[in-house]
């Protein structure tokens, strides 16, 4: 059984804070591997108490650390971000007064010319690349190879070693692609670039496999949907008293109800009914804003229109561990009251959203240190997306309150989950397969 201390690689990496030192996890012990066995050993990474043996000058350090983490991620969330440099909103208008507003261009496509293969050996190539879709060329070092390729700014990577650029990948993903050699990009020159919020919204969340949206509801609404969920809670635990048959159609399978031995019940999975106020809630989400960069507008980017509402509930999530192996769901987490670092709030390894990393955590779970982790801290209202893919955990919950975060996830309308063996057990079987996006949109 592997262990992960958050507390302990909080405060460690708060302390390394002047270094800017990437937040490390430690981890001991051995691991069976496949992702079968992942999927049916979801608890095979467990937090130890956070609390256990820690000190008021702990707690603070913590905080700063988690905070700093929180900051990395609002940054991902709105900015066009690269493998070696990130550019921020004020440099994409920039660009966009340059070359221009426009939907990025297919291979070859009428915005697009000049298209032709360079191939490389060994060694570095000598470009800072924006991962924008499709990646954009922003700097070139003198001498280097791409130089020598004729590469220059502002062209585009329309393929890397026959993979179409047409939709951001998974940082993982990209990494493995440019360090194979021979590498052959196939380069163009854009009459105009690409620059929309929707892009950088829904690539976030292929690239970085997380983005983050505040105020995606009114805090009014979150408060009703809170006293709603403990309500239902407490009728739920009421009737499975009385019924326990009823245990598997309101609540679904958590790993650890308890962050500590001897602590309170402070976990639980809630499948959630479709009340009116639910999908009031639902509609505000997920169509409140009818602009580029709302969660509605992102979600059907990412799954397309007709894509199925696969869980609906509230949970605290704990263990490290990915919900899907391939792309096909994406989940949202909605703080129905703020979520303070001592309440545990939920942990992301930004760009693990891809085989490429679930190999590698499986090969090695120490490979997480060298993953900056976020972990936003959410006011009332907020929210945040991720891809299923990507590595994710709750903190321990070392307060006196329980944390309820509001979940859904939608399935891609071009995937189907169930071949691959994911199977819906979060959401009510009476509302399985009814609701698709579109029905909350406006």
């Known amino acids: 059984m592997l262990h992960v201390s958050v507390m302990g690689f909080l405060q460690r990496a708060a302390r390394n804070e002047l270094r800017r030192a990437a937040v490390p996890v430690a981890v001991v012990g051995s691991m069976r591997r496949g992702w079968q066995t992942l999927k049916k050993r979801r608890s095979f990474l467990t937090l130890s108490p956070a609390a256990k043996g820690q000190t008021g000058d702990d707690l603070i350090m913590g905080e700063r650390a988690a905070a700093r983490t929180n900051q990395a991620l609002n940054k991902i969330s709105g900015m066009y971000v690269g493998k070696n440099m990130a550019v921020s909103k004020k440099v994409a208008d920039n660009l966009e007064k340059a070359f221009g507003k426009a939907k990025s261009p297919g291979l070859g496509g009428p915005q697009c010319r000049d298209v032709r293969a360079v191939e490389f050996a060994e060694g570095p190539i000598g470009l800072e690349i924006q991962w924008t879709t499709p990646p954009v060329v922003v700097g070139v070092v003198p001498g280097g190879a791409g130089e020598n390729a004729s590469i220059q700014k502002g062209q585009a990577l329309l393929e890397i070693n026959g993979c179409p650029m047409t939709e951001a990948l998974p940082e993982m993903e990209l990494e493995e692609l440019m360090q194979q050699r021979p590498l052959r990009l196939a380069v163009a020159t854009l009459e105009r670039v690409a620059a929309s919020a929707t892009s950088s919204r829904a690539d976030a969340v292929r690239h970085k496999g997380v983005t983050k949206f505040q105020s995606a509801v009114a805090v009014q609404t979150a408060a009703e949907v809170l006293e709603l969920v403990h ?190 063996g994911i199977h819906q057990h979060s959401i009510r079987p009476s509302l399985a397969g009814r609701f698709r996006l579109r029905q909350f949109r406006p």
Not at 239 to 248: E, K, V
Not at 316 to 339: G, I, K, N, S
Not at 409 to 415: A, K, N, P
């Open 231 to 420: 309500e239902e809670h407490r009728r739920c635990i009421h009737a499975t008293l009385q019924d326990h048959s009823l245990a598997q159609q309101f609540f679904s399978n958590v790993q650890v109800p308890r962050a500590s031995e001897g602590a309170p019940v402070t976990r639980w999975d809630l499948r959630l009914p479709m009340e009116p106020l639910i999908y009031r809630a639902l509609e505000e989400l997920l169509g409140r804003s009818s602009g580029e960069e709302g969660a509605g507008a992102t979600l059907e980017d990412l799954a397309g229109p007709d894509a199925e509402l696969w869980e609906l509930g509230v949970v605290a999530p704990q263990a490290v561990h990915f919900d899907a192996a391939e792309r096909c769901l994406y989940t949202a987490f909605l703080a129905l009251q703020d979520v303070t670092y001592e309440m545990g709030p939920t942990h992301f390894w930004p760009g693990t959203n891809t085989p490429v990393a679930h190999r590698r955590f499986e090969d090695d779970p120490g490979c997480l240190e060298a993953v900056p982790l976020a972990a936003p801290l959410l006011q009332a209202g907020d929210l945040v997306m991720y891809d299923s893919r990507l590595l994710h955990c709750g903190g321990g919950n070392t307060s006196t309150q329980t944390r309820a975060l509001l979940y859904i996830t939608f399935r891609d309308q071009h995937r189907d989950p169930q071949s691959l």
